[in-house]
T-cell receptor
Framework: DTEVTQTPKHLVMGMTNKKSLKCEQH?????MYWYKQKAKKPPELMFV???????INESVPSRFSPECPNSSLLNLHLHALQPEDSALYLC??????????????FGPGTRLTVL | DAKTTQPPSMDCAEGRAANLPCNHS???????VYWYRQIHSQGPQYIIH???NNETNEMASLIITEDRKSSTLILPHATLRDTAVYYC?????????FGKGTRLHILP
């Protein structure tokens, strides 16, 4: 099973709302990633978790708060977002977070609209 | 910044081989070449990767030049389902950094 699942598929939220995105994998991978993808642009790395610990934060604003409660789950908590945060949010996992970069498996993404 | 150069778009007739080029002239000795593709509104999908030698799997072949400064992804018999953006990526440290990719159109 090489599947990464993400919920919800679509999310619409106001600027004062708090919401969470969820990502799950059951491949035994120990590294998980969040990417943001704006329309017609390539994905951009946001966060990397390795063995449930945050190892990379690509200078992401604090209104995005990642959480890795266990090795299979990755959450992205959203609070006080701006309309420009509207994008496709992609989760990925890999066996390890290593040098050189390991093959990553992506979920289908959550399409977020901030009103 | 991405360290790869790809044509922004390409066309290929259905049933023919699609050859997607990528230049990576600043590649270092321990950096891998990865290819991913992204079908519209889906997550990126891993295709293949290599270091020095040519590689083949059930999806594609990867041809890397001897000096490693360029590579070609070959889809042997393109179908309409291969229409996607194809990303050639050189791993940087422990990250994959997506460039702009090539939008491949498969023509019926």
């Amino acid at each position: 099973d090489t599947e990464v699942t993400q919920t919800p598929k679509h999310l619409v939220m106001g600027m004062t709302n708090k919401k969470s995105l969820k990502c799950e994998q059951h491949m035994g991978h120990r590294a998980m990633y969040w990417y943001k993808q704006k329309a017609k642009k390539p994905p951009e790395l946001m966060f990397v978790y390795s063995y449930e610990k945050l190892s990379i934060n690509e200078s992401v604003p604090s209104r995005f708060s990642p959480e890795c409660p266990n090795s299979s789950l990755l959450n992205l908590h959203l609070h006080a977002l701006q309309p420009e945060d509207s994008a496709l949010y992609l989760c990925a996992s890999s066996q390890f977070h290593s040098l050189p970069a390991d093959t990553q498996y992506f979920g289908p993404g959550t399409r977020l609209t901030v009103l | 910044d991405a360290k790869t150069t790809q044509p922004p778009s390409m066309d290929c007739a259905e049933g023919r081989a699609a050859n997607l080029p990528c230049n990576h002239s600043t590649i270092s000795g321990n950096e891998y070449v990865y290819w991913y593709r992204q079908i519209h509104s889906q997550g990126p999908q891993y295709i293949i990767h290599g270091l020095k030698n040519n590689e083949t799997n059930e999806m594609a072949s990867l041809i890397i030049t001897e000096d490693r400064k360029s590579s070609t992804l070959i889809l042997p018999h393109a179908t309409l389902r291969d229409t996607a953006v194809y990303y050639c990526i050189i791993t940087r440290d422990d990250k994959i950094i997506f460039g702009k990719g090539t939008r491949l159109h498969i023509l019926p």
